[in-house]
């Protein structure tokens, strides 16, 4: 949960970040009636992540995702079609 009322469960870092043992992870629930490709491709390559994660995704959304393999070459796949 991310919210005020909730307690932090990380620990923060003490002193400056070290760019080489970063890792950034970006998530997205697309909602699969949501056909918003190429905006949703171009927030996930602006964030440039070390690991992207879409959830709702059907055989359509993977296929506009397939852009990202790329720069993402390895991936898990599971569409599911639940409209």
């Known amino acids: ?14 002193g400056p970040s070290d760019p080489d043992r970063r890792l950034r992870i970006f998530s997205a629930n697309v ?10 491709l171009d ?12 959830m709702e995704v059907d055989d359509e959304w993977i296929t506009a995702l397939a852009a990202l393999r790329s720069t993402m070459p390895h991936s898990v796949e599971c569409p599911r079609d639940d409209s």
């Open 43 to 54: 927030v996930a390559q602006r964030a440039d992540p070390d690991i992207a994660v879409f």
């Open 31 to 40: 909602k699969m009636s949501n056909r918003s490709y190429a905006l949703t």
């Open 1 to 14: 949960m991310y919210t005020p009322f909730h307690p932090v469960q990380s620990v923060q870092i003490a």
